[in-house]
């Protein structure tokens, strides 16, 4: 199948590059066609992260996105920066670079699945449940597009009555927007020697769950960062905790991948 774009990952940048093609495209009298692959069963099933968003952006995709129904309903009211031991958690002076005024607190899922609808109403083709296997190199060594998966395979590598085989995308230009660790963009930059010797990038492991709490102990807009307990002194990490709405909070833990206890767990660490 042949496209104008094949982008790679139906999260919030996939979308957006989608969206934005599209729209700058019509504003230029011109055609392009555009296909974003998503390997969760629907978009916004792998987007796990509680999330308190800068709107600028969505600002410039869509300046009228209140009126057309964004899941954008919690403003940020009150920053707090506190350090945690086992008992106590005290106050300490929040850092200005992590103001969140005027942001809002979001479920991410959401906010990518209506992105998923106003993407399909500009014309961009969204296949959901669809992983991207291997990249199409040309002769010349420059990227072709991807193919994806077969479908209908048993867990002993045979075909099923529902199997049907992968697909080759070729595109002008392929996007890779899988995410932080993509399979696909560590084969590219390895390849093509993207990332220069000693410029590493930095990777954590983060936990998030959401509770339904009593609506006495909840403050709509309320955004905590933590630092301390339950991590030691040698560990990088802290945690959030955001007020959503509907008496709803987002509370995690994220911990960097260079903890040096081999027996660290850092879902263990938030469950304390």
């Known amino acids: ?80 920066m506190k350090y945690l031991t086992k008992n106590y958690a005290l106050p300490m002076p929040h850092p200005p670079q992590m103001s969140n005024k005027g942001n ?14 106003k993407a399909e109403e500009l014309g961009v083709d969204i296949f959901p449940g669809t992983a991207a296997s291997e990249i199409i190199y040309a002769d010349d060594g420059s990227v072709r597009g991807i193919a994806t998966n077969d479908a ?29 660790h993509g399979s696909l963009t560590k084969g590219l930059i390895n390849k093509l020697k993207l990332r220069k010797e000693g410029q590493f990038q930095t990777y954590g492991l983060g936990i998030k769950e959401v509770w339904e709490v009593d609506p006495e102990k909840h403050s709509p807009g309320d955004i905590v ?4 307990y339950p991590l030691d002194y040698k560990t990088y990490g802290g945690g959030f905790i955001y007020h959503m709405e509907d008496n709803k909070v987002s509370l995690g833990l994220v911990v960097g991948l260079d903890y040096q206890n081999p027996y660290l767990s850092p879902y263990k660490e938030f469950q304390r």
């Open 1 to 80: 199948m042949e496209y104008d774009v094949v982008i790679i990952g139906g999260g919030p940048a996939g979308l957006a590059a989608g969206i934005r093609l599209k729209q700058q495209a019509a504003k230029e009298d011109k055609e392009i066609n555009v296909v974003v692959i998503e390997k969760g069963g629907e978009i916004g099933a792998h987007t796990l992260s509680g999330a308190c968003i800068e709107v600028g952006p969505l600002e410039e995709l869509f300046p009228d996105w209140k009126a057309q129904g964004a899941p954008l309903n919690q403003p940020a009211l009150h920053d707090q």
């Open 104 to 117: 809002y607190i979001v479920s991410l899922s959401n906010v990518v699945k209506w992105l998923g609808e």
């Open 152 to 180: 209908g395979v048993s867990k002993e590598f045979k075909q099923k009555a529902s199997y049907t085989p992968g697909i080759e995308l070729h595109g002008k230009v392929t996007l890779f927007a899988e995410g932080c």
């Open 225 to 228: 960062h933590t630092m301390g």
